[in-house]
């Protein structure tokens, strides 16, 4: 909960405020932007919500965050908003929202498939989130991209009984029992809908989610930047090879998407043609820096 004694003087006075807990993940600058911004390590208030919606969204983001750094003045109902978590992006994907401290804030997706539900990383395990999955129809495969966003994995694994996947090159001793650990560099085909693709860089077993030829959830591989309003990745953030995180891009160039769905950055819907041409240049980009 978040400490009123520890707030931020960047915040814009009012009900809401961020406290010095933040550890300056985006997910409320995402969510509700136009309540949260940034302040240089850390995110605060800067505009007060002043409709409904706007006030939805910044609970939204409350209830997402990873540490719970956002608080309130006031009480709220938080009873609507997380009734609405997983928030459907699109078609049959969901946005998990409730980000865990142990991934970083990173985001987490669930995807609704009549074969068996796919969730994309672990969101954290919280009771109310885990009800509305179960609605859902439960979790079938649990796709991990890389070991730094596995957060509450094993609490899903007990209680759904899912199947996890990640790359052999991620596994360390703690966890050589999951169920599914892939190897090599090529792509492989779990179901006529969904494909793993290797892409070494960031760690060196990272992969990317391929489904439907429409979303890419990319861990944190590539990520859309709404400073330069396009897709991007970073060397400041690789942390195994950034030679082979060029050579994991070039090879997405054969998958077409709309959406870009990351694990840490933020996400974004164009054409397949215009998602094509923003990687083109976001590969150009970083062969210049490499």
């Not at 933040?22 to 949260?36: G, K, N, V, W």
Request: aromatic content about 10%.
């Amino acid at each position: 909960m978040a400490d009123p004694s520890k707030r931020w003087p960047e915040n814009t006075a009012g009900d809401f405020f961020v406290d010095r807990s933040c550890i300056d993940c985006d997910q409320c600058r995402e969510i509700a932007p136009a309540t949260f911004g940034d302040s240089s390590g850390h995110a605060r208030v800067e505009r007060q919500p002043d409709s409904p919606p706007l006030l939805s969204r910044a609970l939204m983001a409350l209830v997402t965050c990873p540490v719970g750094a956002i608080g309130t003045k006031a009480k709220h109902d938080l009873h609507p908003v997380v009734d609405r978590l997983p928030e459907q992006l699109d078609e049959n994907v969901f946005f998990c929202g409730f980000a865990s401290e142990n991934s970083f804030g990173a985001s987490s997706y669930l995807i609704v498939r009549p074969e068996g539900n796919v969730l994309m990383d672990s969101p954290r395990f919280a009771a109310r989130l885990v009800r509305k999955i179960e609605q859902l129809g439960g979790v079938r495969w649990m796709f991990l991209s890389h070991v730094d966003d596995m957060a509450d994995h094993a609490k899903f694994r007990r209680h759904f009984q899912c199947e996890r996947i990640i790359h052999r090159h991620e596994v360390h001793s703690s966890i050589q029992d999951i169920e599914q650990q892939l190897e090599g560099h090529d792509p492989i085909c779990l179901s006529p809908d969904l494909i793993a693709i290797p892409t070494p860089g960031h760690t060196r077993g990272h992969m990317v989610l391929h489904y439907k030829n429409r979303f890419l959830f990319t861990g944190d591989h590539l990520w859309w930047s709404p400073e330069r309003q396009t897709l991007r990745a970073s060397p400041r953030y690789c942390w195994y090879s950034w030679k082979q995180q060029i050579e994991s891009m070039q090879k997405l160039l054969d998958y077409p998407f709309e959406w870009v769905l990351p694990g840490h950055g933020y996400r974004h819907h164009l054409s397949t043609h215009d998602m094509r041409e923003h990687l083109k240049n976001c590969i150009s980009w970083m062969r210049q820096s490499n």
